[in-house]
């Protein structure tokens, strides 16, 4: 069964105006949650993870998750989008020894 | 410290042959896991390696195989191609320890099409 799910195929934000890409999790006890990014013919790169400790984790390239146990989200955020922040975004949970992905969002940054 | 390595980069095969892909991963980890990733798929998940031994495995048919070697390098296997398996592979490594497996590592891919 799928332990995370990202309910957007698209997003689309405007050049200098915050971002937010979601992310719930279905998983019981204490999620450990990351956020990868992947661009065009790449592999995907790390940006942050959720262990435990603060709900706002800060990541690579100014961004940022905020985990919220009681809506089951990890949404991933930026205050400010980049042209050269599209791309494609996956969130992803771990348990026991496996990692499992959501399917991906595309996050498009409209000059 | 390197990033995970895959070879090669692209690799064009025709149906019914076979194809061999190598993953070298970060230094110190020793686990390595293997994903498939399609457009209409997305990313699945084929196996994992660690210590040599394939320690998980995903839905994938016998045609799909994979060792790792002492030096934890990782090599996969697609036997008899179809056309169904134009895919980039990606191979992920990282750090595990008992049932403690940290964060996983991506390398670049290697994109496989099959004519």
């Known amino acids: 069964a799928q332990s995370v799910a990202q309910p957007e195929d698209q997003v689309n934000v405007a050049e200098g105006n915050p971002l937010t890409v979601k992310c719930t999790y279905s998983v019981s006890g204490n999620p450990y949650l990351f956020w990868y990014v992947q661009y065009p013919n790449r592999g995907l790169q790390f940006l942050l993870k959720?262990?435990?400790?603060?709900?706002l984790v800060k990541g690579s390239y100014g961004f940022e998750a905020e985990f919220n146990k009681s809506q089951t989200s990890f949404h991933l955020k930026k205050p400010s989008a980049l042209v050269s922040d599209s791309a494609l975004y996956f969130c992803?949970?771990?348990?026991?020894?496996?990692?499992?992905f959501g399917t991906g969002t595309s996050l498009t940054v409209i000059p | 410290k390197a990033g995970v390595t895959q070879t090669p980069r692209y690799l064009i095969k025709t149906r019914g042959q076979q194809v061999t892909l190598s993953c070298s991963p970060i230094?110190?980890?020793?686990?390595v896991s293997w994903y498939q990733q399609t457009p209409g798929q997305g990313l699945q998940f084929l196996f994992e390696y660690f210590s040599e031994t394939q320690r998980n495995k995903g839905n994938f048919p016998g045609r799909f195989s994979g060792r790792q070697f002492s030096n934890s390098r990782s090599e996969m296997n697609v036997s008899t191609l179809e056309l169904g398996d134009s895919a980039l592979y990606l191979c992920a490594s990282s750090f595990r320890q008992g049932q403690f497996t940290d964060t996983q590592y991506f390398g670049p891919g290697t994109r496989l099409t099959v004519l």
């Open positions: 959720y262990i435990t400790g603060d709900n």
């Open positions: 230094s110190g980890h020793r686990s």
């Open positions: 992803a949970e771990r348990t026991g020894n496996q990692f499992y």
